[in-house]
């Protein structure tokens, strides 16, 4: 068991050292593309931009189940609602990452508008929650993150993203970790009705620099195939999407350079 717990902490501290950079970015389709999401409007702009969300029409449902490097324990979940008005957008998110040895929690609610015909805006509220142990306890901050999408010409959109911008961080007694401030700024370009090209960059304050680029191509009229690569760490993904009426369901999969695969799978409906 000792070495169970030992094997464990490892990778709780390689996946954290790595998790400031992600954000806990939550989304099959956004996974498949190596994360370049910054720019994409979908239900999963939820974590990645909540700007986009304002595209949408719809009601949108989403669930998400990532198993990272294939182990329980390093398993995140997360829901995701989208809700239309003619005030604005309202969205709500939940994502839980970890099991009883270590997790992170986060509920956001937010608000996005379009600011005229091509440009977008939001903002969201976020409780973070840090479970460690019944020793350690637990611990809860509040922070917020803020998005901005634009459409530059005909089927470009830039996208920038904010998350705890006031640096907020867990501290107690026996923890001390900071909440990552990151900054993401990145394209969608939709080179034809089939094809769709994104890029972004993403900074952790704390961290390097990140790349990423990732692909998405209708292969059948209810088929899309994903591609994506990133580094720091190196990694290449890939993915399908299938719709089906109101019900998309995305499966994907990444490989880190050194700790191996990870699978993600969500479904979504719109009303």
Do not use: C
Not at 27 to 36: F, P, V
Not at 49 to 78: C, M, P, V, W
């Amino acid at each position: 068991m000792k070495s169970i717990n030992l094997i464990l902490l490892l990778l709780f501290t390689s996946y954290l050292s790595q998790a400031s950079s992600e954000n806990h970015i939550a989304g099959t389709r956004s996974n498949a593309m190596a994360k370049a999401s910054v720019a994409s409007f979908d239900i999963w702009a939820n974590y990645n931009n909540q700007a986009s969300l304002a595209k949408l029409k719809k009601i949108q449902l989403g669930i998400f189940y990532e198993n990272r490097f294939q182990l329980e324990d390093l398993s995140t979940k997360a829901i995701a609602i989208y809700l239309p008005t003619k005030l604005g957008g309202f969205n709500f998110n939940y994502s839980q990452f970890g099991s009883d040895l270590y997790k992170e929690s986060k509920i956001g609610i937010g608000y996005s508008k379009a600011l005229g015909q091509h440009f977008w805006a939001s903002v969201q509220l976020n409780q973070m929650r840090v479970k460690l142990n019944q020793m350690y306890g637990e611990q809860s901050k509040y922070n917020f993150e803020i998005g901005l999408l634009a459409e530059i010409v005909s089927d470009f959109y830039v996208g920038f993203h904010l998350f705890n911008p006031t640096q907020e961080k867990f501290e107690t007694l026996y923890f001390d970790e900071a909440i990552p401030t990151v900054a993401r700024f990145g394209f969608s370009w939709h080179l034809s009705k089939e094809t769709m090209l994104n890029s972004e960059v993403e900074k952790d304050f704390d961290n390097d620099i990140r790349l990423k680029f990732g692909i998405e191509h209708k292969l059948l009229e209810k088929l899309f195939l994903r591609l994506g690569v990133s580094n720091h760490p190196n990694q290449i993904s890939f993915g399908l999407g299938y719709k089906f009426k109101i019900i998309k369901m995305n499966l994907a999969y990444s490989k880190h350079q050194n700790l191996g695969y990870t699978p993600s799978i969500d479904l979504n409906i719109s009303f």
